[in-house]
């Protein structure tokens, strides 16, 4: 009996406060739907358990190491050039997808022809199909001997070049996915309004339709970015992994796990992590910076 | 600027838009489009600026031909229903746009740019609001920074697609009175497509009445309004009550009632259908032959200086609406189930013909 008198006054006392701190900080704002505790507990037991937990065990394993050690494993050549590659490669496909993520979306959603919903189909391909597949179809075509290696003057697999390739592809469904929706949210009387205001079909782009999307733009360039640094399967096959030439950081880090080097493994990890998190945080500052105008105060 | 449509017709697949339009504007007036959803007259504004291309006929524009010209040379205002103020510009951004597009050549100066768009926001009163963004506006304020937008480019032409019909009642009336004191104030042709008869009555100095991708009459407030000409027009224009018969030496005959109708005095027994306003309606206590209806009060409505009488004619039981003076009520005393005699003062007499259009 004491036993649970005490808790449901536990519970009470828990109310209370919750209340008066929602009350202070302002957090919890009236509405109609109630379960805001609710949901949030669960949001941040969910994020805990699946995100912040695991990415802390990198910090944990690596900080079992002496700082020499440390800086000996992570600045060391060939884990350097890896980060090059990586962030490097991984920042053009964000870019080649940003812009021909736009313009595949533009077609999609301006232009009906046969087979539309075929290609809106095969965007989201890359999605599905598993990485190792799409990495050895990739370096077969592209191979000096593949279908279309054989008619490219310069090598592709095995080379950088490959690695954006294989990066592009994986990537390449977050851009159309997030402009689609934008664009066509776009009023055609937009459009007309800036014509008949005297604007030329360009100025019309850039000025009126170009802002629109450029916020959408970015978001689907972040998530393909983020996707490209993390990927593994597609891009061992065609970047031959070559050591200080066409080796990505992910590869490293798999490569160390195998020779139970955990250790070197997580630092590594940690400041692929680190540097992410830093990127990953200005290119969201730039979206919302660019977005800003849409939100009504 | 003159504008002159000559012979337009427009189809969407098989829906015919529009069908041989022939119009004429002069400069300086305000013209009102007016008819119900569907009857061409936001196509026929659209083709005017060049939104729409015509499937056949020629536009004018003074006594230059422009059909084959794009909106964006045409130099048309063009406000649209739903404003589409660009979103992500300021308000001051949003009606200097169409100065800051122009070709380097003829593109005012920043200094220059910058006091037309103060002066159009002081004419549009605004000017305390030129750095917010339209999302931040109400209805009536983004109408007015779309009507600024449109006149920054000094438009010989405003065209105007329904523009107050998001609006509530009183802003509405305010921004017309307004609109005509701008019309007044540029020496524009103005157009205006609306569906609500009042509107085009208060403002405008030329109603086009149009129904299913025609024409209907053109003429001033009061010559649609006193004289028209189709029964639609007469339908669309106001209230209106219908007496069906036959005519027989200038009388309109139904059952054992003869309306006297001296205009068709030669007539010999044609259908017809008279119509008469509801203030052409005059109530009476006493039945005066076969002059009048009978018919029972249904309703009374008594806000304002004129009451309206909804009754049911005996007999037909076909719905009657009167207005009478709120004296003229009282001298009568009439309640709510009542039987009265009504008698058009006024009828318009339609024949088969006028409805085959």
């Given amino acids: ?297 | 600027m003159s504008i002159v449509i000559n012979s337009v017709s427009k189809a969407f697949g098989t829906f015919q838009a529009l069908e041989d339009i022939n119009l004429e504007i002069n400069t300086g007036e305000l013209v009102a489009l007016l008819g119900p959803s569907g009857s061409g007259k936001t196509s026929l504004l659209r083709i005017i600026a060049g939104l729409e291309s015509a499937d056949q006929g020629s536009i004018f524009f003074d006594s230059e031909n422009i059909t084959g010209i794009t909106a964006k040379e045409r130099k048309v205002g063009f406000v649209f229903q739903h404003y589409a103020l660009f979103r992500h510009m300021t308000v001051f951004d949003n009606i200097a746009y169409g100065l800051k597009v122009r070709p380097r050549k003829v593109r005012p100066g920043k200094k220059d740019i910058q006091n037309k768009v103060h002066e159009l926001l002081e004419l549009v009163k605004l000017k305390d609001l030129s750095n917010r963004y339209p999302a931040q506006l109400s209805g009536g304020q983004r109408q007015r920074v779309a009507l600024a937008r449109a006149l920054a480019v000094e438009p010989k032409v405003l065209l105007l697609d329904e523009p107050f019909g998001a609006l509530d009642a009183k802003v509405r009336k305010e921004l017309r009175r307004w609109l005509r004191r701008l019309h007044d104030e540029f020496q524009i042709s103005s157009i205006f497509v609306t569906h609500d008869q009042e509107e085009a009555l208060d403002v405008a100095d030329k109603i086009v009445v149009m129904n299913q991708g025609k024409i209907e009459q053109i003429g001033t407030p009061e010559e649609v309004y006193e004289n028209p000409q189709t029964p639609f027009v007469y339908d669309f224009l106001g209230s209106v009550n219908l007496f069906k018969g036959r005519l027989n030496n200038g009388k309109l005959t139904q059952g054992n009632v003869n309306l006297e109708i001296p205009d068709w005095a030669g007539s010999d027994n044609m259908e017809a259908v008279g119509y008469a306003r509801p203030h052409d309606i005059s109530i009476c206590r006493e039945s005066a032959g076969e002059g009048t209806v009978p018919a029972i009060i249904s309703h009374i409505h008594l806000v304002g200086p004129i009451v309206q009488i909804e009754l049911v004619r005996k007999g037909t039981n076909e719905y009657l609406e009167a207005e009478i003076p709120k004296e003229k009520y009282r001298k009568l005393g009439l309640n709510v189930g009542e039987e009265v005699f009504i008698k058009p003062k006024q009828l318009k007499i339609f024949t088969p013909e006028d409805f085959i259009i």
């Fill in chain 1, 1 to 297: 009996m004491r036993s649970i008198s005490n808790k449901q006054h536990e519970n009470e006392r828990i109310q209370v406060m919750g209340l008066r701190k929602s009350k202070k900080t302002g957090f919890k704002k009236y509405s109609i739907l109630p379960g805001f505790g609710l949901t949030m507990g669960y949001t941040m037991l969910y994020l805990s358990i699946l995100v912040l937990l695991p990415l802390s065990m990198i910090i944990f394993y690596s900080s079992q190491m002496s700082w020499p050690e440390f800086w000996d494993t992570v600045l060391d050549p060939r884990v350097v050039a890896s980060y090059k590659l990586s962030f490097g490669a991984s920042l053009a496909a964000g870019v080649i997808n940003m812009v021909f993520g736009v313009l595949l979306a533009w077609v999609l959603v301006r232009y009906s022809f046969p087979g539309k919903k075929i290609i809106d189909g095969l965007v989201d391909l890359p999605f599905a199909l598993p990485t190792a597949v799409a990495g050895i179809a990739l370096t077969t075509v592209y191979a000096p001997n593949g279908w279309v290696g054989s008619l490219l003057g310069f090598k592709v697999v095995f080379t950088p070049i490959g690695v954006v390739i294989a990066l592009t592809f994986i990537g390449l469904p977050f851009v159309v996915r997030m402009v689609q929706p934008v664009l066509q949210s776009l009023e055609k009387e937009v459009e007309e309004a800036s014509a008949s205001l005297g604007a030329s079909r360009f100025q019309t782009f850039r000025r009126i339709i170009f802002p629109e999307v450029l916020p959408a733009a970015l978001a689907g360039f972040t998530l393909a970015f983020a996707r490209s640094l993390g990927e593994y399967g597609s891009v061992v096959f065609i970047s031959g992994n070559m050591p200080l030439k066409t080796e990505i950081t992910p590869l490293l880090i798999m490569t160390k796990l195998e020779q139970y080097d955990y250790a070197g493994a997580t630092a590594i990890a940690a400041v692929m992590l680190v540097t992410s998190f830093m990127l990953l945080f200005i290119i969201n500052f730039i979206q919302w910076w660019t977005n800003r105008k849409f939100i009504s105060h």
